[in-house]
C-alpha cells in the first residue's frame, strides 16, 4: 500500500521537476483550454444542451439492457458478429482469437483507449501478431514503448526533437527534418502501406447506435477508415456504456465531445460503420465483429458510481485540471489519467492499489464545470476515498491524524482548551510571525511559510470585548 | 447465449431492479422526446439560407476547404480542370464511379481518367451537405468506394445545392424521407485529413487527403431556402 | 455530545423585530489565525441590520474529516453543527469552502439518515457565504471604506463553483475608497492549497500555488483579496517565502474598513 503511493508520489514528485513535460503539457492544454472556451461560448445555450446530453446518456444508462438487445439484434441483422467480455482479458482473448481464425499476420489499429483498457496491444504482441498504432500520436508512443499520456492526445509529452530522433531510427525513410510537416509526412509515408497490407483492422468506437446496429468513430487523421477498410476483418472493441438511442442522440454528443476536446465543431471524418461489406459495395470487410466489454462497467452501475458511465472520453477534465497539468498523464500510472482517471483507475486496477488517485486532487471543481455530460468528478472522487477510508487503505498515520482531530473538533471545550495551547506551541517557531520551518509541519514548510497563529483567538478576543461591553 | 452476455445481463437487471422496468414502446418515446427538448439548442445557422450557410462555413477557417460555386453540372469539366492548373496538377484523375460524374465527357477535355486512387486525384460527388459543419455525406455503395475519400492527396467533391440541409439532424431526417437505403458505411468529411498531435500544430494530410476542394452546384435556385424538415 | 452552551450575542442590542438573527460560524482558522475576519464579519453584517450571534459550541466544520473520506466523524461534526445553529434565521460563514461543505455537503452525507435528511436541508438553506449574503439576501452594493491599494481578488474554488460567488465580493470592493482592482490571470484557477492535499501532495501543490503567485505578481496589484482564508494563507505563505511584497487579506477586512492593521502573516 504504502509502496504504491509513494510510486504515485514519486512519479508525480519527477514530473513536476520535469521542465521540458511541464512545458509540453502546457502547449498542448491551454491551447485546448482556450479553444474550448471559444466553441462553447459560441453555442446558444451550453448549459442547455449538457444537461440534454446528460439526459440522454442517463436514459441509456437506466435502460441499459434494453439498448444493449436492442443493440446486438440490429448489428447482426446488419451482419455483424456481436461477441460480450466480462473481463478486459476476456476481451483481449476474444480479439486475438478473431485474429488468429482470420490467419493474421498484421494487425492495424485506430485509437480507442478500450483497447489500452484491456490491454489489446500486449495480448496481440504476445500472440504474435504485429500491431500498427495508426493514429500519430499513438504511432509515436508505440514507437517509444511507451504509454499514452493523454486520451485526445496521447504523445502530448513529446517534443518535435523527440520525434524526429525516435522516427529517424525507426522509420525506413527518415524524415528529412524536425519540421512538423516532414514528421507527418514521414509517418504517413511509414503507416500507408501497412493500412494496405493488414490482415485485420482493429477500432474503438465513440457511439453504438442501437436503432440500427451501427458503430461511430470518429478522427480527424481519417486513421479508422484506412485501418478499417482495407482487411478482410473489422473488429470493433466498444464498453457497453457507449450505446445511444439514434443516429440523432448521437449528434447532440457528438457537437459536445468535439468541442469539448479540441475545440472543433466536428471532426473531419465522422463515420458510422454497419455490418461487413455487402454484396455491392466497392470496398470494406468481409467480417465485422463487435465485442462488447463490460470490465467493471456493470459494477460501476451497481457501486452508485453510474454516473462516470456517461463519460464520452472528451479529455476536457484533463486540460483543466490543476493537478494534471502539473504532473501529467503518465503519472496516473493507469489507461486513463487526470480527474476521470482518478475515477476509473481504482475501478480497473482495484481502489487498495490507487487509492492515492482520488486524493491527489484539490477537489477545485472545475473539472465538473467543464465535463459536457455533467459528471460531478469530485463528489464521485470524495466517495471513493470514503470508500478508502471505510475499507481500511488509508495509511494508518492519516487515519490517527484524523481521528485524534475529529475527537477534539466533536468536544468544543477540549477543542478551544488544546487550541489554545497549541497555537502557544506553535508561535514558539515564527519569526516575523511567519514559521518557516516546524517540526510536524514540514510538508507545509518544504515550499512555503506557514502564518502564525493570532496571540489570542477569535473566541478568546470575543469574549473580552463581550465582557468590556458590559452586557 | 453466451455464458458471458447472460452475467452481463444478470448483473445490470440487478444493478438496476430498483428502477421500474418500461416496456419498449415507452421506453422508444420516451428518447424521442429527449431529442425534441434538445431542438431549440442547435447551434446557430448565422445565415437563413442553408446554401449560403454551408457555402460561409465551408469557405471559412473552420473547415479548411476551398469551395468554388457553379450554377450546373455542366461546368463541372472546366471546374476541376480550372481547380488542377491552379494548383499546377495536370489533368490526371480518378472518378468516383458515380453515374452523375462517369457520364461526363471528361476525355474531350483532355482529362486521363485513370485507377491510381492511392496519393493521387479524386473526383467525387457527395449523397448530402450539411450546412452546419460544412460537411459532406458519403454513403458507401457499388459507386463509392469508401477509400476514394482517404487515399487521394488531393480530394475535389462535388455536392447539389438540392442535397444541403441544414443541420446535423436534419440529415439523418432527410436521407430518411428520400427513403435512402441504410449504407453499410456513412462519412462525413469536414476538411481534409489533419492532425494536431505532435506540438499541438495543426498539419493537413496526416493519413487522408492534403487537401479538400468542394464544387457546389446550385442546381435549383427554387428549392433554395425552402428546406422542409417536417 | 457537548450540551449547547448559552449563545453569546455581540450585536449592540439592536432589538428591531425585523432584524434577522444571525449564528456567525467564524470557522477553525479564522479563529486561529486571523481573528479580526471574524470582527469584520460581524462589523458587516451588523451594518447590514442584522444581530449577530456566536455561538460558542463551535469549532470546525468538519471538511478535514469530509475529504479524508472519514464520513462518520463528519456526520457527527455535521449534526452538532446543525443543532447549535438551526434555531437562527441564518448562518454566515466567513468562507466559501466552509459555507460550501455545510451548505451543499452536510444535506448529501446525512442523507441516508432518515431522522436527519429533512433537518439537514431545511438547515442548509438558511446558510450563507458572508458577501454573498449581504448582497444577494441583504441587498447591499456600497460600504464605508477606504484602502488605499491596487487589490487582486483570488476566486476561490468552492465559493465560486459550488456557491457562485464571482461578482458579489468585487460589486462591493468597487465601493471602497482609494481602492483600484486589478484582475489577474487565471483568477478561478485554484490555488493548489485542497485543505489537506497541500500536506499530501507537498509538491504538486507547490507547483500550483507557484503559478498563482506569478500571475499576481504579473497582475502589478500590491495586495491580494480572498474569501477563504485557507487558500490566502497557502498563497500568502508562498509570497513570503518567494519574498514577495504582495500583503494579502481577508477580502471581509477591506470591506468593513479594518484593513489598516497587519496582513497574513505579518508578526503581531
Ligand atoms: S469525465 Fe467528462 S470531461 Fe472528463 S473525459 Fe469524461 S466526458 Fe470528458
Redo the contacts with the bound molecule.
Sequence with gaps: MTAIESTFKKRAQAAVANKTLKAAIERTASTAEKKRAIAIAELPDFSNMRSCAKRIKDHVIANLDHYLETFERNAVASGAKVHWARTAEEASHIAVDICKMAKAKRVTRSKSMLGEEIGLPHALELAGIECVETDLAEHIVQLAGERPSH?VWPAMHKSREEIFSLFKSKHEKPPVSEEIADLVLSARRDLRQKFLTADVGISGANFLIADTGAVCVVTNEGNAELTTTPPKVHIVTAGIEKLVPSIEHAFVLLRL?VR??TGADITQYTTFHCGPKRPNDADGPEEFHIILVDNGRTQMLADGMEE?L?????????NHCVVYRQVGGHAYGGTYP???GA?LTPVFDGLKQSRDLPHACTLNGR?AE????G?P?PTLLRQLRSRSWRSGYEPWLTKANVSVWAQFAKRPKLYHAVSKIASKVIRLFQKNGRIRWMPLAGNWTRHRDLPAPASRSFMQLQRSRHKENGS | MSLARKQIMGNISVALAHREKADEHSIDQEAVKLLTSFEPELPGLSIADVVEAFYTRTSGPKVGASITRISSMEELIDTVAGVLSEKGLVNKIALQPDRALVDLDWGQSGFQLGKEVDDGVVVGIARWGIAETGSLVFHSASDMPVLFNFLPSFHIVAVRASTIVPYLESYANAANIAGDPTPRNVCLVTGASGTTDIEGVLVTGAHGPRELHIILIDDTNQIVGTYDEN | MMPDQKPEQFSKAKNSPSSPRIGLFVTCLVDLFRPNVGFAAIKLLEDAGCEVFIPKSQTCCGQPALNSGDVENTKTIARQVIEHFESYDYVIVPSGSCGGTIRTHYPEILADDPEWTERAAVFSSKVFELISFLTDIRGISTVQARCEATATYHDSCSGLRELGIKQQPRRLLFSVEGLTLREMDKAENCCGFGGTFSIKYPDISNAIVSEKTEAIKESGADLLLGGDLGCLMNIAGKQSRQGQKVRAMHVAEILANMSDGLAIGEED
Design positions: 486520451i465531445l469539448s476536446a462516470m456517461r463519460c464520452i472520453r472528451c479529455g476536457a477534465c484533463m487526470g480527474p476521470m475515477v473539472c467543464v465535463c459536457p455530460v459528471i468528478l
